[in-house]
Antibody, heavy 119, light 108 residues
Framework: EVQLVESGGGFVQPGGSLRLSCAAS????????MSWVRQAPGKGLEWVAN????????YYVDSVQGRFTISRDNAKNSLFLQMNSLRVEDTALYYC????????????WGQGTTVTVSS | SYELTQPPSVSVAPGQMARITCSGE??????VYWYQQRPGQFPVLVIN???ERPSGIPERFSGSTSGTIVTLTISKVQAEDEADYYC???????????FGGGTKLTVL
């Protein structure tokens, strides 16, 4: 079964850090671009970051550029999001998602992990 | 920064047709993807690469494009189609992605 399982969310004060993880299974992880997408409470979806198969290309939404770092470990079928200098507005449910092949959309999603930034 | 614009809400009676639009300057050059999100669930891809319907998505879902406006059409809407719908596309560079603000589909 193709599956993505996120972990690492929690409660953190403004300025703090968290590292999210996403464990992939059921497919050849190293073959796919991967993403993080977030959704603030009661709000819409927001693309956060993309990473290429070999991690040589990474792209971020402007609001997290310089604070968040996306990475992956293909040997361990894992995706990560290091979040530093967290702000209240980073509070959201963070989804890990797989991009399909040949410019297909994000076709596999995890259940998400919740990040709450508050003083 | 690049934006995709969707109507906040669309209402339709069961069995009728629903159309949800998404507008953006780069849409003539970029693929659009449509997602359905029911409350408390992760998004599901319902239209891939402008027109394609992924495996398992009912035939009543279809996508079309016309210049800077793309449309998700749901024919013969059913109660189970009530959800939030989001368009997704990239900016002109192709590397930075944006979701539309989302459209809440209400089945009357």
């Amino acid at each position: 079964e193709v599956q993505l399982v996120e972990s690492g969310g929690g409660f953190v004060q403004p300025g703090g850090s968290l590292r999210l993880s996403c464990a992939a299974s059921g497919f050849t992880f190293s073959t796919y671009w991967m993403s993080w997408v977030r959704q603030a409470p009661g709000k819409g979806l927001e693309w956060v970051a993309n990473i290429k198969q070999d991690a040589n290309e990474k792209y971020y939404v402007d609001s997290v550029q310089g604070r968040f770092t996306i990475s992956r470990d293909n040997a361990k079928n894992s995706l990560f999001l290091q979040m530093n200098s967290l702000r209240v507005e980073d509070t959201a449910l963070y989804y890990c998602a797989r991009w399909g092949l040949q410019q297909s959309g994000m076709d596999v999603w995890g259940q998400g992990t919740t990040v709450t930034v508050s003083s | 920064s690049y934006e995709l614009t969707q109507p906040p809400s669309v209402s339709v009676a069961p069995g009728q047709m629903a159309r949800i639009t998404c507008s953006g300057e780069a849409l003539p050059k970029r693929y659009v993807y449509w997602y359905q999100q029911r409350p408390g669930q992760f998004p599901v891809l319902v239209i891939n690469r402008n027109f394609e319907r992924p495996s398992g998505i009912p035939e009543r879902f279809s996508g079309s494009t016309s210049g800077t406006i793309v449309t998700l059409t749901i024919s013969k809407v059913q109660a189970e189609d009530e959800a939030d719908y989001y368009c997704l596309s990239a900016d002109s560079s192709g590397f930075y992605w944006v979701f539309g603000g989302g459209t809440k589909l209400t089945v009357l």
